[in-house]
């Protein structure tokens, strides 16, 4: 018998008709009538008082229509939030109410949880019945949030008795072992159907004209499929609207149900108008059979009643304000935009972006009435209103003007920038030997034969090869349907190689601005390139409003910050890595970075935010796009949140940051970190840093680094390792780079040693002004560095490198204050230089005699490439005679300095300099960065 029940249900849904729908509203009419006699009766009534549903009796407004989403209907306090803005709304401005409209779709999750009813039911019926049981379940419990038992309890039966049947017909479905396209289409549309009722529940409540209508006997379309299409996709399966039957079918409603319900006479001029809620998503073909208009179809049901009540208006509404310029889950600096045009907001529904499907805008292109995208959880703000059409390329070229876009100021010429993921690339080449347009329809005619969407098509010249971008579902299909295409050409090596590359993603920018300005492609390119996005396809569309390129998906996200920050359609956001943030040097750094950081804002437009920051114990790492706080960035390693230290972590964290710009800012001076350099710049990450491990340590390690540096483009600022804040290394680089050249370079770069020799004299010993430099934080953590001249050695090896000379640390001659006990005590401190006192005093003082100064010096000459490090007794003419206690002091002679060198004189010791030259790193850094918007 159940059985003979399900099929009785396939014979209602297949002779469903208009009027059936209209039997609720209607009175009764005796079975045995004809559903043409009870039409008839309807036509007659309706004759006798028509009334225009474009223009409503009273009304000086025309028609809005309102959409809301599954996420705006997840709970009853949802369902409430949209009742109340729909009767805000409705009661319209000072010169009246406005008929309203809602298009809804169903509760949130309910569509999923029904097509999982439909799908168990052939494996696993009870859970069918569990799931089905969940969803009425969660529907009725809703309901009953929202208005009274006397309103609720017919809705509660008449829900309870569509899942009577909706539960015969999958049970039918054992019988024949398949789900047909339309069963599924029809148990889903339910969701839209409960949904509609629960709104009108509410508004009930509210004491208005309001009435629900069920959208399958009302909006009639001719669809090219079957079936629910695919989740989120672009486009709704070739559904077409018939005008002249919706339209009939919309005003026998309107004076049936709507004068029954008062919405003909309602009292606008005291605020009083007809709320009508409708089924989105669901229709019915003319021949009655209930149909879809496919998933995500609810927009296309909103603009489809707007052009058929002529309204002047729709709003959609979403859970954020507006059209983003890009995706803010992926782009955390991503805006609401103002307005688009259809045309621009078409582009970005194709290439990805969630705003409206294509096909939903055509309804209101055709009577230019604007849509509106706004958040139902701030409706007080504009959001993005979508109106007008771009002009045509024979509108753009007759103008005859092009213009640089940066030239513009505050113009910018894109609109958005969105993406496709989940996309394969499938190419064809060397097929020259048949001919480009033979190739060319063969392989589009076969991608056409088998259903196949071509996302992006792109033919070279040369060799008359193809790539086209499809989905990456159907790369296989595609791939299988051209080889036995072009079968015999690949036997014969007329074609040379057919493949396809899964794992991709478009990425697209859109704008109409784009038509009549030059050197959108170069920002595009550049700022992919900088991100080190390898580009694996590039297309232009023909209407010149975008540009869509093809990475891999990895490289997706980064790619779209690039390109939203390269079109200051952003702030330029750096990621910071602080390593040693803890230390003297890394606090001192922090300190004028917190202090600085609007400055780099304001005037270069980069935003430096910390990622990570982490000393030799624990690292905290920022859980949101906006980094640590840093005025507590210190704070926060001593948090349960910090983790232990772990350099691996660190390098995944830094790599998985999708900002195109990252930077690690060591601080540390230590080998182990110093050893990442290379992993970390070969990800295109740049560094800065003072310490010298790298740039002064084993030759082949520093080449192989500088090879991972140019290899990836990533920028290695290490100027502060030399001089601290003074220009040095800048002034040697343009020396060399302007094509002067250098014969000797020679002064002092330790300045502790510069203290220390300043201080000491007969009153106060070497060891005492040595205890003074390690009370002013001026040596090196472990002071054998300083005392024993590796650290100015480490300095000098840095400046040979610039000059070319490929120098180690044993190559540099270098004197030590160390006696061999001294140097192998890892724990030295001040009071262990007392045996060298004596000595030292006597060099003082036999310097002293000869009117001299004791300076610990450096000297470089190229043509001999010797390097060496040594104490001297420096006379009046020696620049180093008048160097204070905190200074650093560096003399070229080059061609240009011949009868004078070119000296660098300033203070260069102790942990805020060391910042100091640190943040001018940070700052040349971000010039780069900010150069990519100028």
């Known amino acids: 018998m159940k059985a003979v029940a399900s099929f009785h249900l396939f014979a209602v849904l297949a002779t469903w008709s208009i009027a059936d729908a209209f039997l609720p509203y209607w009175t009764p009419v005796p079975s045995s009538v004809s559903t043409t006699a009870r039409f008839s009766a309807v036509a007659t009534k309706e004759a006798t008082s028509a009334e225009s549903i474009l223009t409503p009796k009273g009304s000086r407004h025309s028609w809005e229509v309102h959409k809301f989403g599954g996420a705006s209907l997840a709970t009853a306090e949802l369902y409430?939030?949209?009742?109340?803005?729909?009767?805000?709304?409705a009661s319209g401005k000072d010169d009246g109410a406005v008929p309203t409209m809602a298009i809804v779709s169903a509760r949130g999750g309910m569509t999923d949880q029904l097509v999982k009813v439909v799908d168990s039911a052939l494996v696993d019926f009870e859970l069918a019945k569990t799931v089905l049981h969940e969803a009425v379940e969660g529907?009725?419990?809703?309901?009953?949030?929202?208005?009274?038992?006397?309103?609720t309890a017919k809705i509660e039966a008449n829900i309870r008795n569509d899942a009577h049947d909706i539960l015969l017909l999958v049970q039918s479905l054992r019988m024949i072992n398949t789900v047909p396209p339309v069963t599924m289409e029809v148990v889903t549309g339910y969701g839209e159907i409960w949904?509609?009722?629960?709104?009108?529940?509410?508004?009930?409540?509210?004491?208005?004209?309001?009435?629900?209508?069920?959208?399958?006997?009302?909006?009639?379309v001719q669809s090219d499929s079957a079936g629910l299409g695919e989740k989120g996709a672009a486009s709704t399966g070739g559904v077409m609207p018939l005008w002249k039957e919706t339209s009939d079918n919309l005003a026998t409603w309107w004076n049936t149900v709507g004068m029954e319900r008062g919405m003909l006479d309602c009292d606008y001029k005291t605020g009083v108008s007809p709320i009508v809620v409708v089924t989105g998503f669901v229709a019915s073909t003319i021949d009655g059979v209930p149909t879809t208009l496919k998933r995500s179809g609810s927009d296309y049901s909103a603009t489809i009643f707007a052009k058929l009540l002529g309204a002047s208006r729709v709003t959609m509404w979403k859970n954020t304000d507006g059209v983003y310029t890009a995706d803010p889950r992926r782009v955390p600096e991503a805006f609401s935009i103002d307005s688009l045009k259809y045309d621009e907001a078409l582009e970005l529904a194709y290439f990805g972006a969630q705003v409206l499907h294509p096909s939903a805008m055509v309804p209101c292109i055709d009577d230019s009435i604007p849509v509106y995208v706004r958040n139902i959880f701030n409706p007080a703000f504009e959001g993005t209103v979508v109106q007008g059409r771009s002009p045509t390329l024979k509108e753009t070229a007759s103008s005859g003007k092009t213009f640089n876009w940066r030239a513009k100021k505050g113009i910018i010429p894109i609109k958005?920038?969105?993406?496709?993921?989940?996309v394969a690339l499938v190419t064809l080449e060397g097929a020259s030997a048949i001919g480009g347009s033979s190739v060319a329809e063969r392989f589009m005619g076969t991608m056409a034969d088998n259903n196949i969407n071509a996302l992006i098509i792109t033919q070279a010249s040369s060799e008359s090869s193809i790539c086209v971008a499809v989905p990456e579902n159907e790369g296989d299909k595609a791939v299988e349907a051209l080889r036995s295409s072009f079968e015999l050409e690949l036997a014969r090596s007329t074609v040379g190689s057919l493949s396809v590359n899964k794992g991709m993603s478009i990425v697209a920018i859109v704008g109409e601005g784009m038509a009549s300005h030059s050197g959108i492609s170069a920002t595009l390119m550049t700022s992919l390139a900088r991100a080190n996005v390898n580009i694996r396809l590039i297309a232009q569309g023909s209407s010149e409003r975008q540009i869509a390129v093809v990475v891999d998906k990895d490289d997706a996200t980064r790619a779209l910050r690039a390109a939203h920050m390269a079109f200051t359609l952003s702030e330029t956001t750096a990621s910071v890595v602080l390593l040693g943030s803890s230390g003297a040097i890394g606090k001192a750094f922090v300190k004028q970075l917190q202090t600085q950081r609007r400055t780099l804002i304001d005037e270069l437009g980069v935003c430096p935010r910390v990622m990570i920051a982490a000393n030799s114990r624990t690292m905290?790492?920022?859980?949101?796009?906006?980094?640590l706080p840093i005025d507590q960035l210190n704070e926060q390693l001593g948090r349960?949140?910090?983790?232990v230290s772990d350099l691996d972590r660190l390098s995944e964290e830094i790599k998985a940051d999708v900002n195109p710009h990252r930077v690690v800012i060591d601080c540390t001076n230590n080998d182990r970190v110093a050893e990442y350099y290379e992993h970390w710049m070969s990800s295109g990450i740049d560094i800065i840093s003072p310490s010298r491990q790298i740039v002064a340590g084993p030759l082949d390690v520093y080449s192989r680094v500088c090879e991972a540096q140019h290899e990836s483009n990533a920028n290695w600022q290490y100027s502060s390792s030399v001089g601290s804040a003074l220009p040095v290394l800048a002034t040697l680089r343009d020396l060399v780079e302007t094509g002067d050249k250098v014969h000797?370079?020679?002064?002092?770069?330790s300045g502790t040693l510069a203290y220390i020799l300043s201080t000491f004299n007969e009153e106060t010993s070497f060891s005492e002004a040595l205890a003074q430099a390690v009370a002013k934080d001026f040596t090196e953590s472990d002071m054998r560095e300083d005392l024993s001249g590796f650290d100015m050695a480490r300095k000098v090896i840095i400046l040979a490198r610039q000059l070319g000379i490929d120098v180690e640390l044993e190559d540099v001659e270098v004197e030590s204050f160390l006696t061999e006990d001294m140097a192998?005590?890892?724990?030295?401190?001040?009071?262990?230089?007392?045996?060298?006192?004596?000595?030292?005093?006597?060099?003082?003082?036999?310097?002293?005699?000869?009117?001299?100064?004791?300076?610990?010096?450096?000297?470089?000459?190229?043509?001999?490439?010797?390097?060496?490090?040594?104490?001297?007794?420096?006379?009046?003419?020696?620049?180093?005679?008048?160097?204070?206690?905190?200074e650093n002091l560096v003399s070229f002679e080059t061609d240009r300095y011949s009868a004078s060198p070119l000296i660098i004189k300033g203070a260069a010791a102790g942990p805020d300099l060391a910042a100091a030259g640190i943040f001018s790193d940070l700052l040349r850094l971000t010039r780069a960065y900010s150069s990519e918007r100028a």
């Open 80 to 89: 409430k939030t949209v009742g109340d803005l729909l009767v805000s709304e």
């Open 139 to 151: 529907q009725i419990e809703l309901l009953g949030e929202l208005a009274p038992p006397e309103i």
């Open 195 to 220: 949904s509609a009722q629960t709104l009108n529940a509410y508004l009930q409540t509210k004491n208005l004209p309001c009435e629900w209508i069920d959208a399958r006997p009302i909006l009639m």
């Open 416 to 422: 958005g920038i969105t993406s496709v993921d989940k």
């Open 620 to 627: 905290a790492i920022a859980d949101t796009a906006k980094g």
């Open 640 to 643: 349960d949140s910090a983790v």
């Open 744 to 749: 000797k370079i020679q002064g002092s770069v």
């Open 824 to 886: 192998a005590n890892e724990n030295m401190k001040a009071e262990d230089l007392q045996p060298i006192d004596a000595e030292m005093k006597q060099k003082y003082k036999e310097a002293a005699a000869n009117g001299h100064e004791l300076r610990y010096k450096f000297e470089i000459v190229t043509e001999t490439g010797k390097c060496r490090c040594f104490l001297d007794a420096v006379d009046k003419k020696d620049p180093l005679f008048r160097l204070k206690s905190i």
